[in-house]
Nanobody, 116 residues
Framework: QVQLVESGGGLVQPGGSLRLSCAAS????????MRWYRQAPGQERHLVAE????????EYANSVNGRFTISRDNNRDMVYLQMNSLSPEDTAVYFC?????????WGQGTQVTVSS
């Protein structure tokens, strides 16, 4: 079955960096665009970044553009989110997402907390 497993979250000070990872399995990874979403407490889930199947095309939410970088390794079925210059507004649960066979698949999420 399809599995998306995020890791790499944690507590970081403002201005710091984190790298999130998502391990994918159960589907043809290289044929699927991949996305990172985030959900802050009491808010809806929002798209943060997206990467095309081959990794050549990326898109970002305005709020993270220039600070976050999405990447993927199709040999390892992994997608990453490098987050720099973090601020408290980036505090949220971050989710890996794939849309496969007309179905949305989500990981369990990883908590990112930015606080001094």
């Amino acid at each position: 079955q399809v599995q998306l497993v995020e890791s790499g979250g944690g507590l970081v000070q403002p201005g710091g960096s984190l790298r999130l990872s998502c391990a994918a399995s159960g589907f043809p990874f290289s044929r699927s665009a991949m996305r990172w979403y985030r959900q802050a407490p009491g808010q809806e889930r929002h798209l943060v970044a997206e990467i095309s199947r081959g990794g050549l095309v990326t898109e970002y939410a305005n709020s993270v553009n220039g600070r976050f970088t999405i990447s993927r390794d199709n040999n390892r079925d992994m997608v990453y989110l490098q987050m720099n210059s973090l601020s408290p507004e980036d505090t949220a649960v971050y989710f890996c997402h794939a849309f496969i066979w007309n179905t949305d698949y989500w990981g369990q999420g990883t908590q990112v907390t930015v606080s001094s």
